[in-house]
């Protein structure tokens, strides 16, 4: 039975971390209270003893610290405000929980106690524009605008129905984590404070009385967001108030800014977080939820116990802005356990904090493990790396070093540690390297004494602290509560690493895949049933710059090791290592395979917040959790298990797709023989679907229109809008118009009529037509290219037939008319999980990075058999769209030059690449409305060139005093052409060899140790 459920907030301002909504409220500065430190809540890490901590948590002359004014939700009982309902500490400054169930109707009677307007604006629920919460300009007024802000010491009053369209589905979880915010400037209010979460459930979970869950023991919600107080709308008056000579503050200054900038967990950081707390054996119900900006790409790791999120098992979860996540964990593991965010930045920045399984119950008994017991013994040691070891790019065929080693197969990563459930795991781990390490797994269960984190939580953990010359044995078990699910793969992928210190022990090289497997998934020697070849990937930048050896390496392998500056961008940047498994261009050996092999890949992620991989497979595709894809994306401390049988035999690339970590090396090749598998394909293809398409230069411009800018976004103190460095035209900046190249679909082959595009495919606007193909299809692209610069075109998911066994597809020149055929094999296809159709996206391959930032990106959509009608359109829906969000950076553009050329009117060997300038070309697109016409401004035309009428200059050359004559000169050009050429080679070669070798640490798997072991 639905209800209507009444909820009283205000909006308040506060120094403290605040409360629920219900009735809600803002309200003024009351007291000082914050991010206080408390010894009892520090986890034991000395915050006052880190210097990084003490960067965001002290205050001083020109330093906030870990106190800030902030707006904040409260809840009340009724409509005076003046009884307020409590909340968990745990929740820090998020508004007061909501929740409804599919039915309910949410009534919220919102006050504004602050000193500014702000509004509540609902995630997962319906709204009538009168209930939005939203300040935009949407052409409302009157009773629809008056929703948009709530002035100070008004009120509003919100309804938000939960209709049937909004419930979880079948497969979620009863509950559905959403959040309510306020929605003036979005970005700006939630980093002030006003935040909270919102729970959908299904009907009959709650309680008719108090509105809480039934179906859980427990529920804990946590956002992990980095809270950027630099756009807080309270940074003057936090300055003002917290700093002790706030006239000395520049608030453009980069240390500044960075201080104020909070990797926090409802508002705490360092530890401060206030422990949730539950029973052994209790279910719990974390709600999980990222806000922020283009650098809150979190990976959220529960140490000790692991959960199901979205019907898969795991103890990872990653999280985007505005990502909402149900995760479900029954807490069979007693004791204190850290959450943290891996992203190596944020753990530094002091993104973590701890839950508490208590034994309340005292009937927890730990289960039998059924299994057998397998003993592996992995040592620590001290290496000698090279990523570069065939000395040269196998894609440019440019010297990298000389160095002729050949090096084993798994590379810089530890050996594989695998187990089924029921095992038991036996680990003796030697620290045979110099340094302190440890063994920390993911994905397996360990008691307090095998536990490797760093984190003192009352118990003695001597594996935690590994010292040279000492072994420890860790034991790890798998019971049946972290077997892989119905949903998931037999075998699920983890990682194992050194967390003595976390972020320099990874960059030294200290991490390894570990196996954990249903049972029976095994052989007797440890492969997998049903697999014929298996690969462990590690897609990270090793830092080298946080290795604990810098100063060894600097020392060994720079010619004048004194007079190296550390802090240094060119220097830092030279020892950010792109690898996969610790190898750059090409140089990985050992991915070979057959066609038809059935192979399952395993790719682990590690690294900071820049560590977002699009790992992309070129030639086949993969089956990953009932889905085909060619690309998926890793995050740091994450890893998947994905499989594939390739069908055609060559050579292809793997790498990772995000731009700078493609131009930086992370590209590798895996080769597919035939093996006695005939290569001539066994599925025919049937309809040929035919398309014209054109690469022509046009001018775009990324908003037409700025009214929309200008009237969303008023005028701050500055006298500057969020937008206008994109799109201003200035003496410095290019605005939001550039020449651009793009795909264009003709009427036929001789490329004079462009297809109008119908009204269902207006929304495309620069990207290339919308291809549709069913399975067992060919698809025929009959492709001129009418630009002025060579490109091609080459598709994701389908089967380039012309591409053959080479690694590039072929080019096609100014002018030319080339054929490209794509088959549409059944691996190409929706799989069993996914919808009826699936997309996949077609661009340049001349240079990626290059042809893609100009323009060239279209997209193809693949669907079942029988969906698309005689008209090649989809007959199982409506309306269908094609949303590409990307970043263009125009400084990566073909174009750049011309651009700068045509609308700044300047030489561009005169124009200063500044950190403004360069922003400016970063254009934040998702095919907003645009305009184009030829790059002249015109008509199309032939380009012409002007007769010179100069007069010739007569050069002479003199060589060791002498004048030589024509003939002369030329014969010792060519001479000195070629000792220049040696020498350049020779300085290459010497210099990229020091460049690439690094001195890092890894785990080896050893036969035996010659250390003594401790007892079991």
């Known amino acids: 039975m639905s209800q209507i459920l009444q909820f009283t907030a205000i909006t308040c301002e506060d120094a403290t971390i605040v409360d629920h909504v219900c009735v809600l409220c803002v309200v003024p500065f009351p007291q000082e209270q914050g991010i206080i430190l408390d010894d009892a809540a520090m986890l034991s890490f000395r915050v006052l003893q880190d210097e990084l901590a003490t960067l965001f948590l002290e205050s001083g002359p020109n330093r906030i610290g870990g106190l800030y004014k902030k707006a904040v939700y409260r809840h009340y009982t009724d409509e005076t405000y003046s009884t307020e309902i409590p909340k968990p500490p745990w929740l820090g400054f998020l508004g007061p929980i909501l929740r409804a169930e599919v039915g309910d109707v949410i009534v919220i009677h919102l006050k504004n106690f602050a000193s500014r307007p702000y509004s509540l604006h609902p995630h997962g629920v319906f709204y009538n524009k009168d209930s939005e919460g939203a300040l935009y300009p949407d052409g409302t007024s009157g009773k629809n605008k008056n929703d948009d802000m709530v002035p100070p010491g008004k009120n509003y009053t919100y309804v938000w129905p939960v209709r049937e369209e909004y419930a979880p589905a079948p497969a979620d979880a009863n509950c559905l984590t959403w959040v309510y915010h306020s929605h003036i400037d979005a970005p700006k209010d939630i980093c002030s404070g006003l935040i909270g979460p919102l729970l959908v459930c299904k009907e009959g979970v709650l309680n008719k009385h108090s509105g809480t869950r039934t179906d859980v023991d427990r529920e804990f919600i946590i956002m992990f967001t980095l809270v950027d107080e630099n756009q807080s709308w309270y940074l003057d008056e936090n300055i003002r108030h917290f700093c002790t000579e706030p006239d000395s503050v520049d608030k453009e200054d980069a240390v500044f800014q960075r201080s104020n900038k909070m990797h926090a967990l409802n508002g705490y950081l360092f530890g401060n977080f206030p422990e949730p707390e539950m029973c052994a054996g209790e279910s719990v119900s974390w709600h999980l939820f990222g806000m922020g900006n283009e650098i809150d790409i979190h990976s ?12 898969h098992r795991t103890d990872v979860v990653n999280l985007f802005p505005a990502t909402f996540l149900t995760t479900e964990m029954i807490a069979e593991n007693p004791g204190k356990w850290m959450i943290t965010c891996q992203v190596s930045d944020h753990l530094q920045a002091g993104m973590l904090g701890q839950y ?9 008994s730990h289960p039998k493990m059924k299994g057998g017991q397998r003993r592996y013994f992995i040592a620590a040691e001290k290496i000698l790396w090279d990523y570069g070891p065939q000395g040269y790019n196998k894609f440019s065929g440019l010297p990298l070093n000389a160095s002729g080693r050949t090096p084993f197969w798994d590379s810089s990563t530890g050996p594989v540690i695998r187990a089924e459930v029921g095992d038991t795991l036996l680990v003796t781990f030697a620290n045979k390297a110099d340094k302190v390490y440890s063994i920390l797994p993911h994905g397996v269960v360990y008691d307090k004494a095998s536990d490797a984190a760093p984190n003192i939580d009352g118990f003695v953990k001597p594996g935690a602290h590994v010292k040279p ?13 972290v077997s892989p699910t119905a949903a998931d793969p037999p075998c699920l992928t983890y990682l194992y690493f050194s967390a003595v210190e ?5 960059s030294a090289g200290l991490v390894g895949p570990l196996l954990v497997c249903k049972k029976g998934a095994l052989n007797a020697d440890g492969t997998q049933k049903g697999i014929d070849k298996e690969f462990y990937l590690l897609f990270t930048v090793f830092d080298e710059n946080l290795s604990r050896y810098l100063d060894e390496n600097i020392q060994k392998f720079t010619l004048r090791p004194l007079s190296v500056d550390k802090e240094d961008k060119e220097f830092v940047k030279s020892n950010r290592m792109h690898a996969i498994n610790g190898y750059m261009y090409g140089n990985q050996p050992g991915l070979n395979m057959c066609k038809k092999d059935r192979v399952s890949w395993h790719m682990i992620g590690m690294g900071t917040d820049t560590d977002m991989h699009g790992v992309y497979f070129q030639g086949n595709t993969i089956h990953l959790r009932g889905t085909h894809r060619d690309t998926l994306a890793l995050f740091p401390h994450t890893s998947t298990t994905a499989f594939m049988q390739p069908d055609y035999a060559g050579i292809f690339r793997v790498f990772c797709s995000t731009m700078h970590h493609f131009m930086r090396g992370m590209n590798q090749i895996y080769e597919v023989s035939s093996c006695g598998n005939k290569d001539p394909s066994e599925q025919p293809y049937g309809m040929i679907r035919t398309f014209y398409i054109a690469a ?14 200008f009237e969303k976004q008023h005028l701050d103190a500055g006298g500057e809008r969020h937008g206008d460095i994109f799109m201003n035209h200035t003496e410095n900046w290019i605005g939001s118009q550039y020449k651009k190249v793009v795909y264009r679909e003709y009427t036929d082959g001789e490329f004079v009529e462009i297809k109008a595009r119908p009204p269902r495919e207006e929304h495309l606007e620069l990207l290339g037509p919308m291809i549709h193909a069913e399975v067992g299809d060919s698809i025929l692209i009959i492709f001129k290219n009418k630009a002025d610069r060579p490109y091609s075109i080459s598709a994701h998911g389908v089967e380039n037939t012309e591409s053959g066994k080479r690694l590039q597809v072929s080019v096609t020149k100014p002018g030319e008319v080339k054929t490209y055929t794509w088959n549409v094999p059944k691996r190409s296809g929706p799989g ?15 240079n990626f990075v290059k042809d893609t930032y100009s323009g060239l990106m279209g997209p193809l959509i693949i669907c079942r058999e029988g969906v698309l009608n005689e008209k090649g359109r989809r007959s199982d829906v409506d309306y269908e769209f094609a949303l590409l969000f990307l970043i263009f950076d125009e400084n990566e553009s073909w174009y750049l030059d011309d651009n700068i050329k045509k609308y700044l009117n300047k030489d561009p060997r005169d124009v200063k690449r500044t950190d403004d300038f360069e922003e400016s070309n970063r254009m934040h697109d998702n095919r907003i409305p645009y305009s184009t016409k030829s790059p002249s401004g015109g008509a199309s035309h032939p380009a012409t060139t002007a007769p010179s009428h100069e007069e010739p200059v007569k050069e002479q050359l003199y060589f060791f005093g002498k004048n030589l004559s024509p003939r002369g000169a030329k014969a010792a050009l060519v001479i000195l052409f070629i000792i220049g050429l040696l020498l350049l080679i020779v300085t290459m070669t010497l210099s990229l060899r020091l460049r690439s ?13 010659a250390l003594p072991t401790d007892a079991l």
């Open 356 to 364: 508490n399984v208590g034994n309340c119950k005292n009937s927890i």
């Open 832 to 846: 069993p999980s996914d919808p009826n159709c699936i997309p996949w996206v077609y661009y340049s391959t001349v």
């Open 469 to 481: 010359g000492e072994t420890f044995t860790y034991r790890w078990t798998v019971p049946e509560s």
């Open 502 to 506: 976390p972020i320099k022990d990874t």
């Open 696 to 709: 022509e230069e046009v001018e775009w411009d990324y908003a037409p229109n700025k009214n929309w800018e």
């Open 997 to 1009: 070798a690094r001195k890092q640490v890894a785990y080896q798997a050893v036969q035996s140790c």
């Open 300 to 311: 959220i790791y529960f140490y000790g116990n692991t959960f199901i999120s979205r019907g």
